[in-house]
């Protein structure tokens, strides 16, 4: 059977996302930064709007660089808020999932689907990648770049085709014009050490690599990999969308009844989010790594402040315990009272039967 499998992936997410709430930030370069706090521009550029891109600026890039490169440019340079980025993600993800058979979220503004059932050919699900766009248009006022294709492989390549802000619909009978001429850079998976072996190979593009032999790329790559890289140059990756992907966090934001900045009251007020966080713990049977105190202050910016542990923890004392220390530094270090305070766990330790695109793939690529 043929399935029909999208990627959505939204464009400049947290740029845009501030663009959102500033529009007049539109026309302008936009860098959000991760500032480190050692000097005054010490950090990095978490993503830029393509109006910054235009000048070279680029995720990843030092502040500083940035700055330079944009120099004259009028450049809006916006703290990241992490935060604020989550709720639009999930808001997003909760309504893409009623749209769907089924997604499988992959990143704070990414996922698969699968509406092999719903939309039974090609030309329907082109319609339903449309009614998705819309809907995020018209509820978020934010762009995106959906890819369709028969496999995972194939979606996620559309949807970078299609960025920004396009649709690319990879029906079986295009898909190998499609994926032949590209480099074999291009595919999953593929980083840079396994490109140079497929190049010293003498297959430099994905219609190449299509044609190798299986016994060859099997005996260089080991037959796991090899066989990954054989199937996904045919468009044929066999890994399904996985539906409800386990959760990457719990967490809960609690209003305040008065502002304050006595983290005594905050704790007090979190007492049932830090029970909620603790049984969503429980009852899935997962431990945290990490403990994250959130702040919403009264000018609505958000500070947070985490304790990563060497050992997974789950157990309500420590849960307790670590909020209320982590509410006493946080305390410390703001300016305005809390108006809004919140707890997050995070950093589970994985679910061994999960199976995933990523397991075909070596971590080193
Ligand atoms: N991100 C980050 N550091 C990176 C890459 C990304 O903090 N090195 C964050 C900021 C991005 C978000 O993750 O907004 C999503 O990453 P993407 O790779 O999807 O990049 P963008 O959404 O920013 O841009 P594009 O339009 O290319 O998807
Ligand atoms: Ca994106
Ligand atoms: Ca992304």
């Known amino acids: 059977m043929i399935r029909i499998i999208g990627h959505i992936d939204i464009d400049y997410f947290y740029a845009q996302v501030e663009e959102v709430e500033n ?39 030092p502040i500083a660089l940035a700055k330079r490169k944009l120099m004259g440019k009028d450049p809006a340079v916006i703290r990241m808020d992490h935060e604020k980025y989550e709720v639009v993600s999930t808001r997003i993800m909760e309504d893409l999932e009623k749209r769907v058979d089924l997604l499988e979220p992959t990143g704070i503004d990414e996922a698969f689907f699968d509406l ?40 996620k390549l559309a949807s970078d085709t299609a960025k920004p802000g396009g649709l690319t ?16 850079s291009k595919l999953y998976g593929v980083g840079p050490k396994t490109a140079t072996a497929l190049n010293e190979m003498g297959i430099k593009t994905i219609g190449e690599l299509a044609r190798a032999s299986p016994a060859e790329l099997e005996s260089r790559f080991g037959r796991k990999f090899g066989g990954y890289l054989l199937s996904a140059s045919l468009g ?18 609690l209003t305040l009844k008065h502002d304050t900045r006595d983290p005594l009251e905050a704790y007090d007020r979190l007492s049932e989010g830090i029970d909620y966080v603790q049984g969503k713990l429980a009852s899935s049977g997962k431990a945290s790594k990490t403990i994250t105190a959130i702040g919403i202050l009264a000018d609505l910016s958000t500070r947070t402040k985490s304790k990563t542990f060497d050992a997974p923890i789950a157990d309500l004392a420590t849960i307790r315990e670590t909020t209320l220390s982590l509410f006493e530094e946080l305390s410390k270090t703001i300016e305005k009272d809390f108006r809004r305070v919140g707890v997050r766990v995070s950093g589970f330790e994985k679910a061994e039967d999960q199976t995933s695109l990523s397991e075909f793939v070596r971590p080193t690529g």
Not at 169 to 184: G, K, M, N, Q, R
Not at 236 to 253: M, Y
């Open 169 to 184: 619909v990879i029906s079986p009978d295009l898909t190998e014009a499609f994926l032949s001429p590209l480099p074999v």
């Open 23 to 61: 529009p007049s930030l539109k026309p302008r370069p936009v860098i959000i930064c991760v500032f480190s706090g050692r000097t005054e521009d010490s950090g990095v550029v978490s993503t830029a709007n393509y109006v910054a891109r235009e000048f070279g600026v680029h995720s990843g890039m």
């Open 236 to 253: 044929t990756d066999p890994s399904a969308v996985v539906a409800g992907l386990e959760p990457t966090q719990f967490s809960r934001i």
């Open 116 to 155: 092999t059932t719903s939309a039974g050919d090609f030309n329907r699900a082109r319609k339903d990648a449309e009614s998705i766009k819309a809907s995020i248009l018209r509820n978020e006022h934010l762009t995106c770049s959906i890819g369709l294709g028969q496999s995972k492989v194939v979606a």
